[in-house]
């Protein structure tokens, strides 16, 4: 046996059993790892704004504070308008249930099929004792929803503290980082977080400015075709529309059209005509401007990194998606080197009108 044998099998063996260690070790750490995640994401969204505010003699601490202040309003403020608007709706609908049903019950008589709310009343009464043990599982399952809201408020909580430090203490971490690394690395490293906190940060308060408007729009529409709830549904939309990406269009619109369809057909139309115009108003005119410096990904590449996002870590990382995929795409950019192209028909524009390559306009 060669000498080199048994040191080459116990370095295979240690690798190995590195390898084993180092994966239960992530898995039993996931869930801590996707918080410090969301956190070091929400801090670098949350940078420029704090820079501004330190830019003008405000202390990093007190910055972040601020910051942290404004989130917390903003979401508490949007929590508090859609509470009253969805138990009001809730409730008008169950009192409107009867008479929905006697409506389809007269459209569905001239199809021949025969029901009215007085017959479904009746249907229902042999279900009572179903209901009654449904009710039961429900409650029995109060303390295990108990169990997991109060995890949701722990990690909630755990994402806002890691996100405060890593904001206020962001110099003094990237100091002890790089400070570990050559200079060459350190540049590297440094190069890569202002791109990540350019398109970032770019990327939520482009988004927050959309929003913004899309709401203001929204909210005076909503005034003049009169539906209930207007400011509460305008915010509804607005933040819907622009921080849920690809389909946050469809169910930011969804619940004022519901809504607007309780009240009258007519509104609905009205509603479903205004939310069409919005879109193209906002996709060829509004979101082109706004995001011109801040975003500039293929609607494919978009599609895919949010498809991948929520793949790897649910909502948060179809959120994350669009930023990252912007920032990868912008570092990858900074060191490719791009070259002149050959001419070829598979790479060219043909202008409309002008005749193919090799021919006549006439042949």
């Not at 994401?41 to 330190?54: Q, T, Y």
């Not at 110099?171 to 350190?186: D, F, I, K």
């Not at 927050?208 to 509460?232: E, K, N, Q, V």
């Amino acid at each position: 046996m060669p000498p080199w044998l048994p040191r080459l099998l116990w370095t295979v063996v240690g690798i190995v059993v590195g390898l084993f260690v180092t994966f239960n070790v992530l898995q039993r750490l996931r869930g801590l790892i996707v918080l410090v995640a969301i956190s070091l994401f929400l801090s670098i969204a949350l940078e420029p704004g704090v820079n501004w505010l330190e830019r003008h003699r405000w202390k990093r601490g007190l910055a972040t504070g601020v910051m942290f202040l404004a989130v917390f309003v903003g979401g508490g403020l949007f929590i508090g308008m859609m509470i009253p608007l969805i138990v009001d709706q809730t409730a008008r609908f169950i009192d409107q249930l009867p008479g929905y049903v006697d409506e389809a019950a007269e459209f569905a008589e001239r199809f021949g099929i025969e029901f009215s709310s007085d017959r479904l009343a009746d249907a229902l009464t042999g279900v009572d004792s179903d209901l009654q043990q449904f009710a039961g599982d429900i409650a029995g399952s109060v303390f295990g929803v108990g169990t997991a809201l109060l995890g949701t408020v722990f990690q909630l909580m755990t994402i806002g503290l890691f996100t405060f430090y890593m904001t206020a203490d962001g110099p003094r971490l990237r100091r002890a980082v790089c400070s570990v690394l050559p200079p060459e690395r350190q540049r590297e490293v440094l190069r890569v977080l202002d791109i990540a906190i350019e398109k970032t940060g770019g990327y939520f308060y482009s988004r927050a400015l959309l929003a913004g408007f899309a709401a203001t729009i929204a909210w005076a529409t909503f005034r003049i075709i009169g539906i209930p709830f207007a400011l509460a549904l305008a915010l509804w939309l607005g933040m819907l529309s622009q921080f849920i990406p690809v389909i946050g269009t469809y169910l930011g619109g969804a619940l004022p059209l519901l809504i607007a369809l309780l009240e009258s057909p007519g509104k609905g139309i009205a509603v479903l005509v205004f939310i069409v115009v919005y879109q193209q108003i906002e996709n060829y005119l509004l979101a082109p401007r706004v995001t011109a410096h801040t975003m500039a990904l293929h609607p494919a590449v978009s599609f895919g990194s949010v498809i991948a996002g929520g793949t790897l870590l649910g909502a948060p990382g179809a959120l994350m998606a669009l930023p990252i995929a912007a920032t990868v795409q912008a570092f990858v950019s900074t060191y490719l080197h791009r070259y002149e192209l050959v001419e070829s028909p598979l790479t060219s524009h043909p202008i409309p009108g002008s005749p193919p390559e090799g021919g006549s306009a006439g042949a």
